[in-house]
């Protein structure tokens, strides 16, 4: 069964707390992405990773950090520096043949 | 679920009708353009993509335009049912491997 899984489906964060969201895909993917997803705005880059231990910043990568040590995994973590981390995060990865990104389910952030 | 389409341009059909959603995209190079679906709660399904050297493609009851020259996008969904609601989003491809989002519409389909 192929695709891009993410965990955990929710996750609760407290303050000043390091939470780390998991992604893995299986297609063999060179790339992948990390965004994060507000109501009402389009999806907002936070890093993303060409191939293995390499990795970009995106448009919002501050109080975020990313490890890319295996092809099929890229492991995003919320730092107590992100103070507003309450969102919808996702995961996508791409082959290098085109230019498709496809997603993971996503991961609800919570603060408690 | 999540209200992904909280505040978000809203289309309403009747089941049946046939739908169409625009996006105006920004940069004059982007090569490559993918519509998305999401279901609330969900992460974003590819629905179908087009190359900036095509003005049309069809898919199974979808078809997607491509304006350059205003720098439009369309997608038009054929007998809409009520399964087809959902949030519409378009994606640019405008280099360095990273696509562009638009922001989306909802798409409210009644029985």
């Known amino acids: 069964d192929g695709g891009i899984t993410q965990s955990p489906k929710y996750l609760f964060r407290k303050e000043g707390q390091n939470v780390t969201l998991s992604c893995e895909q299986n297609?063999?993917?060179?790339?992948m992405y990390w965004y994060r997803q507000d109501p009402g705005q389009g999806l907002r880059l936070i890093y993303y990773?060409?191939?293995?231990?390499?990795?970009q910043k995106g448009d919002i990568a501050e109080g975020y950090s990313v490890s890319r040590e295996k092809k099929e995994s890229f492991p995003l973590t919320v730092t107590s520096a992100q103070k507003n981390p309450t969102a919808f995060y996702l995961c996508?990865?791409?082959?290098?043949?085109?230019?498709?990104?496809?997603f993971g389910p996503g991961t609800r952030l919570l603060v408690l | 679920g999540e209200s992904v389409g909280l505040h978000l341009p809203t289309l309403s059909v009747q089941e049946g009708d046939n739908s169409i959603i625009n996006c105006a995209y920004s940069?004059?190079?982007?090569?490559?353009f993918i519509w998305y679906k999401q279901e609330s709660g969900k992460g974003p399904q590819f629905i179908i993509d087009?190359?900036?050297?095509?003005d049309k493609r069809q898919g199974q009851r979808v078809t997607v335009l491509l304006n350059k020259t205003v720098k439009h996008l369309s997608l038009q969904i054929a007998a809409t049912q009520p399964g087809d609601s959902a949030v519409y989003f378009c994606?640019?491809?405008?280099?360095?491997?990273?696509?562009?989002f638009g922001k989306g519409t909802m798409l409210l389909v009644s029985p």
């Open positions: 297609l063999n993917h060179d790339a």
């Open positions: 996508a990865s791409r082959t290098g043949q085109s230019g498709t990104q496809y």
């Open positions: 940069n004059s190079a982007s090569d490559y």
């Open positions: 087009i190359r900036s050297n095509m």
């Open positions: 994606a640019e491809n405008s280099g360095y491997s990273t696509l562009t």
């Open positions: 990773s060409q191939i293995v231990n390499d990795f």
